[in-house]
């Protein structure tokens, strides 16, 4: 009887070890942390990164886990291919998603951009595994819809995941230095360590020299100085044998200079390809966003630098209007916040001017208010700036103190068919753009967090007030008081004054109307008319924060119903009581 | 001499030609019949001839482009002649069609055979197919632009109040419509001319205009939202202007010119390309200058050196460099106008934003030369004229809208000082007075307290050649192309000069000129990457090596037309060397040496 139970009590403790090893989960009976949600249906780490097809899987599962909360669709083809997923998010019990105001993310248009594919699927993750636990997500999704597109540069990404490789362009050839041939002339991993890193050659009064305390760092002579280094470039050899070295790689156009506002050629904004929307990826993108008008804000994820940028990005071709600007200050400071380290900057004036890019065509032609997210930035290393002087050493301190040596490969000779005897070591593709795994899930949740706090300003219209006023011979004066909940009008100003999009729309249903027109404020009695189909009145937007007045003079009627219809504010009905 | 009795021997056997081979009378044919054609032009000339589909209009129709030329094509230097790229301009469509059948069918004269053999043609005779076919139309009518459905009045429908034929005379005209609000009012040159009252001289406005038509969809507006679509000689990325009706949403947002520019930027071969279209910069040369500020268009500031961009590659033609990148090719291009210029016989307008010309080079990095297919003998005037665009409906406030802004159909147009269509309606008058309709009364049930005439000139009159001028503007259009396809570059290798410097070490010198008129390549179609450089590849035999000198040597600056550059290579070792040297838009001449 004893050993019997002696097997018994081991069994019994080795189930639950079983049971682990048979789901690969842990069971969550322990307390809760506080972020992430709780006992998530597929199970996700977000210390990794994920490529084509891991993530195609993540979304399928996440797909197939709520499908009345998803829908997974691809949007085009890339270039070699692969299926460009967007997933859409939101309830589709209180409605359809082109019926509600939507927020876009998308991340990877540059290849070597590659986290913000992570922190797009965490939100996607995120919002669907929360709906059932959490009021903010749930009233988010019954109200709005979120669509996501996790990677657009799929093919040159994958290539930085599976390849030495690390360029930011596509993989679409093109003849880079003129010589008729296509894409010859890359950058090589020589010395096979997986890895595309510097070459230096020794060389006596080279301009570059050890610093004495780390032999990893390189440090710039001054004048007067002797060095012993010069510095090669990018590992690689003149595969061509035309006396440069790595001129001619895979694609080198710029994806996010290739859409269509203010689109200059190369001589102006280099890599803006032949003319806007010539590559497939941009191509499908844009087509998706032109079919989805309800979408009126977005986010698009890059790296690096920890900035939040809005535009324009050229002067004086200042596109933006003030009172979107204004949108923009109130998001983006908050943003600061929610992002220590992040700032928020104007492209034009805080970085360089970019012709044809992303999130201008997206303001200037399809009225969307939108971000650009720049991830990661050095300060996250140690919490605070490093010192002007200090800053270069900083990421070999890192190495070190947080890595353990593990993201620099130390200078080791190779023989260069050209150069001779050359040195070839430097950082990891891994680091300087990218943060290590034990920051990834921080910028996630984070940048999830600003972009769920910007998607909660859109517009939230509902019709307050129905009240009828009898005029006497059956005939009656209705007046409707319509609200929008939140700081971001129906539409933007660029789209009222350029007439991107429709009015909104007031119908009223259930009566014969006489006429009918705006009502200017709520206490007089001052009516713009429309007098052609006064059935449906026409107003421009409504405003942030802001009421509107709609009434008309009708004729009888049991059962009034007044409906708001708005392009990307959403929908809204009530009954006349 | 010798020169001038060739050059005066070749006019006349063009001459000769032009008269000879035009036997067939010219006219205006439908899609259907001009594709039909297309495919028998294929079907005769076979072995020099080829025809390919680059893609399909708005409205589902396939653009064709002729491909004429003997061997590998895509070596040679080749012009493309563009047409049918303004909505109305069937004129044009004609003239290129005609220069493509008679180049094929003089394809056995030894001139043109020379021609052929060094160089390739390709002919797009009609890259926006739907406008044009409203010539033919039922009821006729102006078009504005390709079969793309639109919403321009932003009611959520689309295209749901166009023209109406009210007067049953199957031709969409105008409506003046007595209104003390309106700013036309009759010409003093000529009581049929409308014209725009100015306030400056006192005159005070008495009618408003419209195109034909009622309010179809009851919303107080006329023909707000007719069928429009895009002009794709407004959609290209050169000086493209957004937010307006007919331009398209962005750049290249047709199909059209994404066809065009996908065939364009395949052929690196091609370096010139002439667009039939109202603009004609070979008599009203550009002024190729850069840009002043890294955002503003080109050819538009005056000639500071642009700084600035990022260097792609490890080509030392990055954005650093100062001067104008243009300089090459400005000078190349007024050469060959000069040349040209007395065989330019039709004046034009000024350039339309996003106009295919204008991207063709400042975009596309190729020669380009543009001039309408007909004009006006009495034209003196190049001031912008012709605007079809209707005045956007006022939000939220009803305007009895839907009019024209003038400058065609017997409309003057904005611009007070031009005498463009004032010329065209005499010239009409006098010598087809069939396509103007003189103004007559109609009741019109939504004007029921005002007098409402209709009449004007007829659509695609102003503009497009009476068919028995055809022949005569073609024969003329055949012998401006001619001259420009002739102008194309050629390239020449002197022998190599060989001298031995002792030790087995050889130096080579080898001397290119560029016979032709046309530079080898265009620096701006290097800075766009549209243009390969020209090349001089080293090809040695076992046991040899280059000491000075690449095997591949980039000659990135153009070679004008009749320049010549110098190349030299210290060669180590004894055997043959084989030079292979030039460009796809240059052609290719090899030479070997024997060390």
Known sequence: MKIYLKYIFAFLLFLPVSTLFAQGSFEHSSLKAIGAPNNPKVQVSWNRFYDYNELTVILKKLNEAYPGLSKLESVGKTYEGREIWCIAITNFKTGKDSDKPAYYIDAAIHANEIQGVEVALYTAWFLLESYAQNDFVKNLLDSKTFYIIPVQSIDSREAFLHSPQAFRTGLVPRDDDGDGLIDEDGDEDLNGDGYITQMRIRVKGGRWKEDPDDKRILVRCQTDEEGEFELLGNEGIDNDDDGLLNEDGPGSYDPNRNWGWIWRPNYIQSGADRYPFSLPETKAVADFLLKHNNILASESYHNSGGMLLIGPDQNPEDILYQRDIQLLNYI????????????????????????????????????????????????????????????????????????????????????????????????????????????????????????????DQLPQVAIEEI???????????????????????????????????LSDKVTIKGTKVISGGIKLTRYLNEVYEQKYNPETINISRISGNSYVYVSWIVKGGKNITVEYNSEKGGKAVKQLK | MKQTALIKASALLMLVLAFTSFAQTQKYQTYADESKSLKEIKEKYGELCKLHEIGKSAGGRIIYALEIGKGDSKTKPSLLIIAGVEPDDLSGTVSAKYFAENILANSSADSVKTLLEKYTLYVIPRLSPDPLEKYFAKVKYAPAGNDLADDQDRDGKKDEDGYNDLNNDNIISFMRVIDPDGEWIESTDDQMFMKKADKKKGEIGKYKILYEGIDDDKDGLINEDPQGGINVNKNSTYNFKAYTDDGGLHPFSSNELRALGDFLFDRPNILAVFTFNYHNNILDPWKIKPPQSQSQMPG?????????????????????????????????????????????????????????????????????????????????????????????????????????????????????????????????????????????????????????????????????????????????????????????????????????????????????????????????????????????????????KVVTGQKVTFIDEPIPGGGQVKRTFLIIGKGKVDFNIGCPTSGYKSVSVQL
């Open chain 1, 332 to 455: 983006g400071k908050i943003g600061e916040e929610i992002l220590p380290a992040y700032k928020y900057i104007n492209t034009y004036k805080g970085l360089y001017p970019t012709y044809g890019d992303e999130t201008n065509w997206q303001y200037a032609n399809l009225g969307i208010l939108p971000f650009v997210n720049e991830l990661w930035s050095s300060t996250n290393m140690y919490r605070k700036q490093a010192a002007p002087e200090d800053s270069r050493k900083e990421p070999y301190k890192f190495d070190k103190q947080l890595l353990f040596n593990e993201s620099f490969l130390e200078w080791k000779e190779f023989n260069h068919p050209k150069y001779g005897k050359v040195e070839i070591g430097g950082f990891k593709k891994q680091v300087g753009r990218i943060p290590p795994s034990f920051l990834l899930e921080e910028e996630c949740h984070r940048n999830m967090a600003f972009t769920l706090f910007n998607a």
């Open chain 1, 467 to 501: 009240t009828k006023k009898p005029l006497g011979k059956d005939l009656f004066e209705i007046t409707v008081s319509i609200r929008n909940n939140k700081p971001i009008p129906t539409k933007l100003d660029v789209d009222v004054m350029n007439r991107l999009s």
């Open chain 2, 300 to 544: 538009m500031g005056s000639g500071a050196p642009m700084g600035g961009g990022s260097m792609m590659g490890g080509f030392g033609m990055g954005g650093g460099r100062s001067g104008n990148m243009f300089a090459a090719d400005s000078i190349s291009y007024s050469s060959v106008i000069k040349e040209i210029t007395s065989s330019s016989k039709y004046k034009g307008d000024a350039i339309e934003s996003g106009s295919i010309a204008g991207w063709a080079f400042y975009d596309a990095g190729r020669f380009s030369f543009c001039a309408p297919a007909w004009s006006y003998p009495e034209l003196k005037d190049t001031s912008r004229s012709r605007a079809m665009n209707r005045p956007p409906a006022q939000m939220g406030q009803q305007m009895p809208g839907g009019g024209p802004q003038g400058g065609f159909g017997g409309l003057q147009s904005a611009s007070a000082s031009s005498n463009r269509e004032l010329t065209a309606f005499k010239w009409i008058k006098k010598n087809a007075p069939k396509n103007f309709i003189e103004w007559k009364e109609y009741k019109h049930t939504d004007f029921p307290n005002s007098k409402v005439e209709i009449g004007g000139i007829i659509p695609f009159a102003q503009n497009n050649a009476p068919e028995d001028s055809l022949k005569n503007s073609s024969e003329n259009n055949y012998k401006l192309l001619y001259k420009i396809f002739k102008s194309l570059p050629e390239i020449q290798v002197g022998d190599p000069l060989v001298e031995q410097l002792g030790n087995g070490v050889s130096r080579v010198t080898l001397t290119i000129t560029n016979k032709g008129k046309l530079a080898s390549h265009t620096s701006v179609g290097r800075r766009i990457k549209s243009l390969q450089s020209f090349l001089i590849r080293t090809a040695l035999s076992e046991g040899q």
